[in-house]
């Protein structure tokens, strides 16, 4: 069973700059698709950015030029680097890996990680 641990969030002043890891187990992690979710209170839960194998990534147009999201196959891990915090991006945020198998799709999600950016 893969399990994935997200670390790294926490309370941050707007404009200030907090990195996400994404820690993964088992041996799916290098082909998998990845990505960063987040959930606020009374909203859906929404992709912030993705990552392919390859590298290629995409964003959420909220976060275009705010975050950077990146993977270390080696180390089993994402990242999801967030600068210049806005109080709209608190929430808990939740990475993702999605891909194939032998047995069909695959969908592994973390258990979240709270952040919060109030003054």
């Known amino acids: 069973q893969v399990q994935l641990v997200e670390s790294g969030g926490g309370l941050v002043q707007p404009g200030g700059s907090l990195r996400l890891s994404c820690a993964a187990s088992g041996s799916i992690f290098s082909r998998s698709l990845m990505g960063w979710y987040r959930q606020a209170p009374g909203k859906q839960r929404e992709l912030v950015a993705e990552?392919?194998?390859?590298?290629?990534?995409n964003n959420a147009d909220s976060v275009k030029g705010r975050f950077t999201i990146s993977r270390d196959n080696a180390k089993n891990t994402g990242y999801l680097q967030m600068n210049s915090l806005k109080y709209e991006d608190s929430a808990v945020y939740y990475c993702?890996?999605?891909?194939?198998?032998?047995?069909?799709?695959?969908?592994?999600w973390g258990q979240g990680t709270q952040v919060t950016v109030s003054s």
């Open positions: 993702k890996l999605h891909g194939w198998s032998w047995s069909g799709p695959y969908d592994y």
């Open positions: 990552i392919t194998t390859d590298g290629s990534t």
